[in-house]
Each structure stands twice: as C-alpha cells, then as structure tokens.
C-alpha cells in the first residue's frame, strides 16, 4: 500500500434489506437460546418487495412462532404502513427444519464446566478468522468504519425526531478517509443515502441542508479529522431515494460483512455472523480473534495488529494461530504469539466458556445478537461486548517485559 491513500467505510441502518435479515436471523438465536442455552441454530432470511422467506435449521427445545416474531422485528424496526412492504402486509414463507439427532447435537452447557469435557467439543466447520485493531479510535477500530458507524446511527435516530417522519429506516453512509503512512490526516468525502417515504418530502437542496445541519456537522464535530472546507459532502447523490427498503432493493442475512467486522479495512473470514448460534466456529474465531488483537494493541505491544486463527474441522482448538504488526511490532511477533497461545484457551468451547457466549440473551432482556446486529460487531461501545474487554493487557505486559 503506498505512503498516501484514500480509504472510504461504509455502513446501514437498521431498516437497510440487508441488516433487517441479520436482525429477524438474530432475533431467533436470542429466542431460542433465551429459552434453551443449548439451542443449535441457524437462521438465514431474504427479503425482496411485499416477501419474506425463512429458513431455520434447529436442535432446541424453544418454542415460538418464527413468522410472528419476524413481523415483530420488522414493525419495530419501521416499517408498519409503508407501501410495498410492512410488517402487516408482507408474505411470510418458512422453512423450519429440526436437525437428525437434534437432541445429541444440542450443547450439554454443564460441560463448559467441566475441564476435562472441552476436548469433546470440536469445529464442525473449517475456517479462518481474522481479528483486526489499531490506535486511530479509541474503540481500537479503522477510523472510517467508526465513523460511518457514527453516522449511519445517527440517521436512525434523527428520522425520530420532530419534523422527519418523512425519513424512512433505510439509510447508509460512507465515509472516505486520507492517511498517510497508515495514520488518518483528513476527511476526504462523507456520502449519506437517506430514504423518504414520498416525493413529498423535502427537495433535494432543503434535505442536503437539513442532513448537513442535522446530521454530518454534529457526527463529525469529534473523534478524527473533523470537516474542512476541502471535504466533500454528498446527500443523496444521486437523487431522491423514494420508497426505500425491500420495496427498493432485496435483503439477505450474512450479506453486510465488512460493515459486521473493520469495513474492509482489514481482512475478516467473509462468513456470515448473523443467524448462527455462538457454538459456530466461524462466529466464535472472529470474536476471539477481534479479542487477542485489541488486547496486543491496548498493551502498547504494537499500534496495528492482526490475528489470524485457522480452525479445522473435528478438532477443538485451532491448528494455527498468527500474529502480524504490519512493522509497528514493539515486540517479536513471534513473541507476541506464543503469549497468546499460552495465556488463552482457544478451543471453541473453551471460548465459547471464557466470553459466556451462550448465557448473554438471557443476561441482556433476549435481544442481545439482535442489537449486535446493526452498526458493526466489533468496537462497539455501546454494548458490554466480552470479545471487546481489554482483561490481557496486565498479562501481555508481564509477559513480554
């Protein structure tokens, strides 16, 4: 990558097609595992104009009505009267299927408990995760995603306010950052999609006003680079977006990634997060993955670091774990790993253990995947995320001293 460049993040609103199916999908692993911790799953949705299909796979002893909790997710997200596709109107197709042996499959949760026991639980599928962290936020995420993170919340919640309830749920932004030598120097441009209900609303000059006001100037006012006179700024760009959501554009579980993880700033495993129950191993690798990598940086043992963990199926842990600094390392890499190695239990159920994945619906009211599911899962700071705890830093510190 060359000393200067221009790297542009994006993300959605809670009403995008696309996060609407990562909510519904989500939305039943809280249930299911809400009502039984040992619930397998997994949940995929798509979603085009006036239709919805549904597919869960289970082995769980929850019951509830799947189509009448995706009307619930999809009215509270917004969408209750609006032409083409509501929580009323739209067509509901499921396919529910328990898996063969559903009761074998379900995860015995006293076994988390039990050392000797963890061995037993093994990857059922092959992946390789990465997890990403760096010194340009805070939150120890890629300044652009932050702030396209920023943005895209804000937009959900000005469309609740007085005088825009023209807005609709479905909205995006994206955010184009300069750096140089990987350091951000300056906003270059900062693009906001919003959907309205009807040409009714306001035109474009007055909705380019009200957004700027409302919107860009406050998200923006802190917590990077700032606007200057030279960063460009782009409402709608390419006109009014009326209607919006699946009456506009289809959805589908798993398909906003890079928005889930460092938005493409840094490799993820591109597996879907969304709609699997915490015992899937692509699910679980990205969390502790996200987790070794923000704690080497909040250590101050190097100002960029990613993680790579390689897990194969049938077995417990996984059979590679690597650590690269991109050249800020303060410390061998080397060296950085085999900490990593012995401080944390990496086997699936020993992080599924270590992050109580399987208990955080019932410890969160039973919508704790569901509010994962909008504006990123990494580097949140709204929610007590175990993954995003900075709990090694004391440890990497005496270790590597």
């Known amino acids: 990558m060359s000393r200067a460049f221009v790297f ?19 939305a039943i692993v809280d249930r299911m595992l809400d009502e039984d911790p040992a619930s397998r799953v997994i949940a995929e949705c798509a979603i085009a104009s006036s239709i919805l299909f549904l597919s869960v796979r289970q082995a769980s002893e929850a ?4 189509a009448d909790l995706a009307r619930s997710v999809i009215s509270e997200v917004g969408y209750t009267e609006v032409a083409g596709f509501n929580a009323r109107d739209c067509t509901i197709m499921t396919s529910l299927q328990t898996l063969p042996g559903a009761h074998q499959q ?10 000797g026991a963890l061995d037993g639980v093994v990857a059922s599928n092959h992946v390789t995760a990465f997890g990403y962290a760096c010194d340009q936020t805070p939150q120890r995420m890629p300044l652009p995603v932050v702030l396209a993170h920023r943005l895209a919340r804000g937009l959900d919640a000005l469309r609740h306010e007085p ?16 750096f140089e030598d990987r350091s951000p120097k300056g906003l270059y441009s900062v693009t906001v999609v919003a959907s309205q209900r009807s040409a009714a609303g306001p035109d ?5 006003r009200l957004l700027r006001e409302r919107l860009v100037e406050p998200c923006l006012a802190d917590g990077g680079p700032g606007l200057d006179p030279q960063t460009r700024v782009f409402i709608n760009p390419e006109g009014p977006v009326i209607g919006g959501g699946p009456a506009l554009h289809s959805g589908l579980t798993g398909r906003k990634t890079a928005i889930d993880a460092y938005g493409e700033y840094a490799r993820h495993s591109g597996a879907a997060l969304s709609g699997k129950d915490p015992l899937r191993i692509d699910r679980v690798a990205s969390y502790a993955a996200r987790h070794l990598a923000r704690n080497v940086v909040a250590a101050g043992l190097a100002s960029e670091c990613e993680v790579q963990l390689t897990y194969s199926i049938g077995l417990p842990g996984p059979v590679s774990l690597q650590v690269h600094t991109y050249g800020t390392g303060r410390v061998r890499e080397e060296r950085i790993r085999e900490q990593l190695e012995h401080l944390v239990d990496l086997r699936l159920a ?3 253990r270590r992050f109580g994945l399987q208990g955080l619906p019932r410890a969160h009211d039973g919508r704790f995947y569901r509010r994962l ?8 700071d709204d929610l007590d995320l175990p993954w995003e705890r900075e709990d090694l830093v004391d440890m990497l510190k005496a270790e590597t001293a």
């Open 204 to 208: 474009a000059a007055a909705l380019e």
């Open 163 to 178: 005088g825009f309830e023209y807005l609709l749920p479905d909205g995006k932004a994206q955010v184009a950052v300069s």
């Open 106 to 115: 379900r995860l015995d949760v006293s076994l988390l408990a039990d050392e």
């Open 350 to 352: 020993g992080v599924v």
């Open 8 to 26: 542009a993040s994006e993300s959605v609103t809670p009403g995008h097609p696309d996060k609407l199916c990562d909510q519904i999908s989500d």
């Open 373 to 380: 599911a909008v504006f990123g899962q990494m580097g949140r």
């Open 63 to 66: 019951r509830f009505d799947a």
